[in-house]
């Protein structure tokens, strides 16, 4: 069974910063793309970025492109989302999923597991 495990959320102000961790277990890392999302209250969950099992290729939404650095470090099953710069519309409920990799947006239309969530607040 894999089991992912997200941390790193919290309350910041505009213009601050704060670093997701989502930790994987259960199965080798290495053959998943790791993927973050989020959903903000009454509005449907959106791919935030993913990154490849290897690395070596990674897809922002638009809104996060320049704000927000995706990262792996395989050899600690650890995915990381850097977010600086937040904004007040980012707040949301950031889940880590793991499944395989498409390049573009369509990395977002697959998922095979999901952690339970890490919730993000940023103020005004």
């Known amino acids: 069974q894999v089991l992912l495990v997200e941390s790193g959320g919290g309350a910041v102000e505009a213009g601050g910063s704060l670093r997701l961790s989502c930790t994987v277990s259960?199965?080798?890392?290495?053959?998943?793309?790791m993927k973050w999302f989020r959903q903000a209250p009454e509005k449907e969950r959106e791919g935030v970025s993913c990154?490849?099992?290897?690395?070596?290729?990674?897809y922002y939404r638009d809104s996060v492109k320049g704000r927000f650095t995706i990262s792996r470090d395989n050899g600690k099953n650890t995915a990381y989302l850097q977010m600086n710069n937040l904004k007040p519309e980012d707040t949301a409920m950031y889940y880590c999923?793991?499944?395989?990799?498409?390049?573009?947006?369509?990395?977002?239309?697959?998922?095979?597991?999901w952690g339970q969530g890490t919730q993000v607040m940023v103020s005004s």
């Open positions: 990154i490849a099992p290897s690395s070596g290729s990674t």
């Open positions: 999923a793991a499944g395989d990799f498409f390049k573009g947006p369509s990395c977002f239309s697959d998922a095979d597991y």
């Open positions: 259960g199965s080798t890392e290495l053959l998943y793309a």
